[in-house]
């Protein structure tokens, strides 16, 4: 049994010597069709990777946003049908209180209200979008102040006119100087800064640093007012929960007690918007694995051409070589001999092609992690998988020559000049 | 038993909208030991008869009997089997591989019988030495003479050990005094008591065989006993 597998393992060696004897024979032509492989095996291979960098780099923005957390927005929910009993949204600071205190597992709350503002300091001046908000949102969106301090719940009670510049802002207006204590003009009145917030990158394109938040007291007396229905309306709330809590669970919850305190009866569209991060994460998932795929198909025509051009070549190298086959045969090859020696032929090409391919996908995506900022991951998966599905590119454009040559008649090879 | 039996044996070919009997009902038998050559001008069967002889070439119809096994009976694969096993191949172009040395020219047939690498080498080796190519082992064929590729071929037509050395103008590419080594070779191999079927269509090499048989137009006209030797050989 040993001695067999041994025996096998030698004859598929062999096949490998007298493969790459043959592709030495015919260098240049070798080089040129395994070139069309490693170009396949390279766009294959980096829009695997480019989609999987994009999976990642979704994943991070969302995770940048808090990870287990609800969003609220006063929009009515139009996703299910139904009828519409609200002419506009409805999300009030009592409904955050209601569901702090009524829903379990909750971390934080934070309510918001939102304004693109104007900031003035020495001449300089940067306009950036504001969030009035709560000491919560801090902890529910993982946000904390590098240098000096959050907008704190005395802030809030007192409608203090103090600012957290995001380290966009903060860069804009004061350059390296560090601006906590400083008093800049936002609208036109005086706010203190208070602190600054650590830098969270950027998501789907948007600077996270890119902000400046106030108490949501404030934001509300002096930069919201007409746009609100209501003096206790919100434009947002986050809800925090806690590890281990169940969202979808937490969304009913949410969803039931919203419902009751609007009186939203039977298939009646609710005035407001529940989304989770889980959902969120589902749906990018979902579009990162079409654009994957898209991907992933484009570049697939490529390596298609380069495995027309294998079979192309093999079958010019069976024709080249018909009288060798007649030989083999004659010398007591058997048809799957044949057959298998040029399968290896045809796989050996495509594994050179591939490895060639891969190496230059893993500098392409090195240089678009550098320059580009863009993570494009090539895990050894990626490599083991590339290099096997190029030997399988080989088999399969390889079979109809390595077949065609094996149904030979081995006389009629060998009278072949 | 006789070791190539053949009965009626017919090779038919449509050629043109005509129907050419190239081997046209033969039936003779060739025993161990013997050393045959077979003659006739070309077109006249020889070649295709040794082919079919040789299991490389399938027959509209009749028997060919190797060593008591009718290769009608047998599929592709058991054929290449019993090429491999029992009959050995020397060609008139030598057939050699290009670019592969001496030693694994030889090795080829011993890779189908499903040898390991070094019991293919030692034997190749052994072969070869034999053929007194032993300081030529790692040369390529290009770097060999003709005399020298013939016995390449002849050290890798035996070594599977057959009982059979089939040759298909073994000499047609070799001048005279290569030709008459090759024949030597021929000789002392046939001592050792390898049955040694030649097809040529010079009188000199069928002169080394100790019997003749003549083709022509697809039968056999004439198949003697045959002893000069002395006469040829020097």
């Known amino acids: ?39 396949g095996v390279f766009a294959v291979t980096l829009a695997v990777a ?36 609200f002419d506009r949204g409805r999300l009030t600071m009592r409904d955050a209180r209601a569901i702090e205190k009524q829903i379990s597992g909750i971390d934080d709350i934070a309510p918001q209200l939102r304004s693109n503002i104007q900031l003035i300091v020495a001449g300089r001046n940067a306009s950036t979008n504001a969030v009035g908000t709560t000491p919560g949102y801090g902890k529910v969106s993982n946000l904390v102040a590098e240098n000096g301090r959050f907008i704190s719940d005395a802030d809030v009670r007192s409608a203090a006119r103090v600012v957290v510049l995001g380290p966009t802002v903060a860069r804009k207006l004061f350059g390296d100087f560090d601006p906590v204590g400083e008093t800049i003009r936002i609208n036109r009145a005086p706010f203190t800064v208070i602190g600054i917030t650590e830098s969270k990158g950027s998501s789907f394109g948007n600077d996270n640093d890119d902000i400046a938040l106030m108490p949501i007291s404030t934001m509300r007396q002096r930069f919201s007012g007409d746009s609100l229905a209501g003096p206790d309306d919100l434009q947002m709330l986050f809800v925090g929960f806690q590890d281990g809590i169940s969202l979808p669970d937490a969304k009913r919850e949410m969803t039931k007690l919203l419902r009751e305190r609007y009186r939203v009866r039977g298939k009646d569209i609710n005035p407001f918007t529940i989304r989770t991060t889980e959902e969120f994460m589902k749906e990018s998932a979902q579009v990162t694995g079409i654009f994957q795929i898209v991907l992933v198909a484009i570049a697939s025509i490529s ?37 298998n020696q040029f399968l290896v032929e045809a796989a050996v090409l495509c594994v050179i092609g591939g490895a060639m391919g891969l190496i230059l996908a893993i500098a392409g995506g090195t240089a678009l992690t550098v320059y580009a900022d863009f993570p494009v991951p090539i895990g050894v998966g990626v490599g083991v998988g590339a ?4 030997a399988f590119i080989g088999l399969l454009f390889g079979g109809y020559p390595a077949v065609r040559a094996s149904r030979l008649s081995p006389i009629e090879a060998l009278r072949t000049e | 038993m006789a070791l190539v039996e053949t009965q009626d044996l017919v090779k038919k070919y449509e050629l043109g909208g005509e129907t050419v009997r190239a081997v046209d009902g033969v039936s003779l038998s060739i025993e161990r030991g013997e050393y045959v050559a077979i003659m006739g001008a070309s077109g006249s069967g020889k070649s295709t008869f040794m ?41 008139q172009q030598f057939n050699l591989l290009a670019r592969t040395t001496a ?22 080796k052994a072969k070869l030495e034999e053929m007194g190519l032993g300081d030529r082992l790692d040369h390529s064929p290009a770097k060999l003479s003709g005399g020298q590729q013939q016995r390449v071929a002849i050290a890798r037509a035996l070594v599977t050990d057959p009982v059979i050395l ?56 004439e198949d003697v006993a045959v002893n000069n030797r002395q006469k040829v050989s020097s």
């Open chain 1, 1 to 39: 049994m040993i001695g067999n597998i041994r025996q096998q393992a030698s004859g598929w060696l062999v096949n490998v010597a007298i493969a790459m004897t043959a592709l030495r024979t015919n260098l240049m032509r070798s080089i040129l069709t395994t070139l069309g492989v490693m170009i």
């Open chain 2, 51 to 91: 082919n079919m002889i040789g299991c490389l070439d399938i027959p509209t119809s009749g028997i060919v009997r190797i060593d008591g096994i009718a290769t009608s009976d047998r599929d592709g694969d058991a054929l290449a089997e019993l090429r491999n096993q029992k009959i050995g191949f020397v060609f």
């Open chain 1, 303 to 339: 390596l298609l051409v380069g495995g027309i051009g294998i079979m192309n070549i093999m079958l010019v190298s069976v024709t080249e070589r018909t009288r060798e086959i007649g030989l083999r045969m004659a010398l007591g090859a058997k048809r799957s001999d044949i057959r």
């Open chain 1, 387 to 390: 290099i096997i599905f190029s």
């Open chain 1, 50 to 85: 480019v989609g999987s960098g994009a999976q990642v780099s979704v994943m991070q923005s969302i995770n940048a946003l808090g990870s287990n957390m609800a969003l609220i927005f006063p929009q009515p929910d139009t996703g299910e049908g139904g009828r519409r009993s």
């Open chain 2, 103 to 124: 030693l694994d020219n030889v090795a080829v047939p011993l890779i189908y019988a499903g040898l390991g690498t070094e019991a293919r080498r030692e034997k190749a």
């Open chain 2, 166 to 221: 089939l040759a298909d103008e073994p000499t047609g590419a070799l001048d005279s005094k290569t030709s008459e080594d090759i024949m030597q070779i021929f000789e002392s191999l046939n001592e050792q008591g390898i049955t040694i079927i030649v097809v040529t269509h010079e009188a000199e090499i069928a002169d080394h065989a100790k019997r003749r048989i003549e083709f022509r137009d697809g039968k056999v006209i």
